[in-house]
């Protein structure tokens, strides 16, 4: 009976510790030139032979780079969602968006940097010049499995499982396309100190209460089994006390 509280309450405490929630990401937001050069083309036309050439070029090519201070938090992942500044739909740009997952995992070092494109390609800018854009960071453990739709067991659809943590504050940032500053002055320093508890606010899992309650739960089976121990040996007592009266 001992062995086996022990073990329950061994589970309990690493059921704890699995489910506790990351911490709200911190990160801050920077537009940032990443230009890139088209090389020259050569064409030769199939029926006179003619050779053109269409010279190389740079393409200008902005991103929107969010940093995010990583977590002392063991396979986490991101993800990220924006929306116009003025408007009230958020979309997820870097995440699990209905059709496929697309997380980015944390990295070794301090920080987690992720990209967020301003052009479709090279051609069509996705943010017109000047647009605000809202972003926010979500902190993820777990996966994604595919599974019948309680109340409707003929529709496989996709749930997480595991933890997540809260949705960060909101971040804006102005996207400027042309000859502007490459990086934005809406960037903020991150604290350096990257050491980060797990879960974040102690008040976040319940790990103290349940720790409490399982240990005067394993005493109260220890009494229990010291009562019932001196209970045998009362009555193991009374019943041979005449054979041991008559050997002494």
Known sequence: MMLSSLIVLTAKSMDVQAEAKPAVPEFTL?????????????????????????????VENKVVEITIKNQNYPDLMYSVRA????????????????????????????????????????????YPDGAQID??????????????????????????EGVTSDWSKTRTITVTYGSSSSSSSQAVT????????????QTDYPQSNEFMVSIKL???????????????????????????????
Do not use: C
Request: glycine residues 10%; charged residues 15%.
């Open 30 to 58: 920077k537009l940032v030139d990443k230009p890139y050069i088209m090389a020259p083309i050569q064409t030769t036309d199939p029926y006179t032979g003619v050779t053109i050439t269409q010279p190389g070029y740079q």
């Open 83 to 126: 929306k116009g500044h003025f408007e009230q739909e958020w979309r997820i740009t870097h995440g699990y968006n209905g059709a496929e997952a697309g997380f980015t995992y944390q990295s070794d070092g301090k920080y987690t940097v992720i990209e967020l494109p301003t052009k479709h390609g090279w051609y069509t800018e996705i």
């Open 135 to 160: 972003i926010q960071v979500e902190a993820l453990h777990g996966r994604y499995v595919r599974r019948p739709t309680p109340g409707n067991e003929w529709y496989i659809g996709e749930f997480f």
């Open 190 to 201: 991150l604290p350096e100190n990257s050491t980060i508890t797990l879960g974040g606010n």
């Open 218 to 248: 394993l005493l109260g089976v220890i009494i229990v089994f010291i009562v019932v121990i001196v209970a045998l040996v009362v009555a193991l007592l009374k019943r041979f006390q005449p054979q041991l009266q008559a050997i002494s």
